[in-house]
C-alpha cells in the first residue's frame, strides 16, 4: 500500500522540484520530464532520483499485489526496472537518443499494458482470502472489462503523447497526464484487492450467509 500511494507522489514531486530548478527556457507544458533528467539539465539528480524510487515503487507493489496474478505483476516489474534503467540512459541535450527510446518505449509498454493481464484466463496459485470477494468475483480492479477499459485509456493517452512529440506543442502536459494515470493504477488496484480481503474476513468472522462461498483462485480470470 505505502508503495502504491507514494508513486504518484514522488513523480509529481520530481517533475515540480526538478522543474523549478531549471532556467526559465524550461516549459513544464512543452517539454518533457526526461529533459530534467537529461543532458543539460540543472540538477538531473533530482528527476533521476525520483525515478529510480518510481520504478522500485512498481517493483515493490508487482511483488506484494498478488491478486493481480503473475502476468500482470510481471508486466509492471518489467515497467519498473525499464523506468529505473531510464537514468543509464539520459536523453541528449541536442537530438535523440536511440537507447532512451527504446528503454522508455518498453516502459510504457509494460506499464500500459500491465492491467489488461488481470484480464487473461490463466491459473493462479493466489489465497482466497487476499484475492476473493465475498460474492466470488475478483476484486473490481481486476474484473475483465475494467482491466481491459484501462489499458485502452492509458494507451491512448501515450499514443496522445506520441502524436504530440511528432508534431505538437504540449509534450510535456501529455507526457505528464499519462504518466500520472500509470502512478495512480497499481494505488487503485492495491485499495481493490485490500476493499476485497475486508469484505471477505468479515464475511468469514460472521454468521454463514445463504449465497455461498466465493469461487476459487481458478476464477479470479473471469471478466463480470
Known amino acids: 500500500m505505502a508503495t502504491a500511494a507514494a508513486a504518484p507522489a514522488l513523480l509529481v514531486a520530481g517533475w515540480t522540484v526538478a522543474g523549478a530548478r531549471q532556467g526559465p527556457g524550461y516549459d513544464p507544458v512543452r517539454d518533457t520530464i526526461s529533459e530534467l533528467a537529461g543532458e543539460g539539465a540543472t ?44 537514468i543509464a540512459f539520459p536523453r541528449p541535450q541536442v537530438g535523440g537518443s536511440p537507447a532512451h527510446g527504446v528503454v522508455a518505449t518498453v516502459a510504457v509498454l509494460a506499464l500500459a499494458l500491465w492491467p489488461a493481464g488481470t ?23 481486476f474484473r475483465r472489462p475494467v482491466a481491459l477499459a484501462v489499458t485502452a485509456v492509458l494507451l491512448a493517452l501515450f499514443g496522445w503523447s506520441a502524436a504530440e512529440v511528432t ?34 474476513t468479515a464475511r468469514t468472522a460472521g454468521p454463514p450467509r445463504p449465497d455461498g462461498p466465493p469461487v476459487g483462485p481458478g476464477r479470479l480470470g473471469a471478466g463480470t
Do not use: K
Not at 484480464?119 to 480492479?141: E, H, K, Q
Not at 504540449?170 to 476493499?195: K, Y
Open 43 to 86: 540538477d538531473p539528480w533530482l528527476m533521476g532520483g525520483a525515478l529510480v524510487l518510481l520504478g522500485c515503487c512498481y517493483c515493490a507493489t508487482a511483488a506484494a499485489l498478488h491478486a493481480a496474478g503473475l502476468p500482470s505483476r510481471f508486466l509492471l516489474a518489467a515497467g519498473g526496472v525499464a523506468t529505473v534503467a531510464l
Open 119 to 141: 484480464a487473461l484466463r490463466l491459473p493462479r496459485r493466489v489465497p482466497r482470502a487476499v484475492a476473493a470477494s465475498p460474492l466470488g468475483r475478483p476484486p473490481w480492479a
Open 167 to 200: 508534431g505538437g506543442s504540449r509534450t510535456g502536459l501529455a507526457e505528464r497526464v499519462a504518466a500520472l494515470a500509470v502512478t495512480l493504477w497499481p494505488l487503485a488496484a492495491v485499495l481493490s484487492a485490500r476493499r476485497a480481503h475486508r469484505h471477505w
